[in-house]
């Protein structure tokens, strides 16, 4: 199933580099973004101690801030709303894919 998917498309982007690199460039980064955000859900949703923490963790009355991993999660947001303002055609498959997966899993 996943080498039809890749030859698929391939097939639909007529091999095209430069669609693929920026169709690839959206999943990556948005995919990243994603996981940060998780992790930083995760850190409020479950606040027992974890087994390992990224660097700058404050601790104020004691509630613990995990500013490290927010400033990863900003910087991941930033680099994907960059990317989604200047691929516009990377920018439209993607869409199109997340919707159509959505769609998919939601009535599945």
Do not use: C, H
Request: net charge positive.
């Amino acid at each position: 199933m996943i080498v039809a998917l890749q030859i698929v498309t391939i097939i639909l982007t007529r091999g095209n580099i430069q669609l693929l690199g920026d169709a690839y460039a959206f999943g990556i980064v948005w995919s990243f973004s994603m996981q940060g955000l998780s992790v930083l859900v995760l850190r409020y949703k479950q606040p027992e101690e974890p087994e390992w923490k990224v660097p700058l963790n404050f601790r104020i009355a004691g509630r613990e801030f995990p500013l490290g991993l927010g400033m990863i999660t900003v910087a991941l947001f930033a680099l994907a709303i960059v990317n989604l303002f200047t691929k516009k055609i990377a920018t439209v498959w993607g869409i199109t894919f997340t919707l159509t997966i959505f769609v998919i899993f939601t009535a599945w």
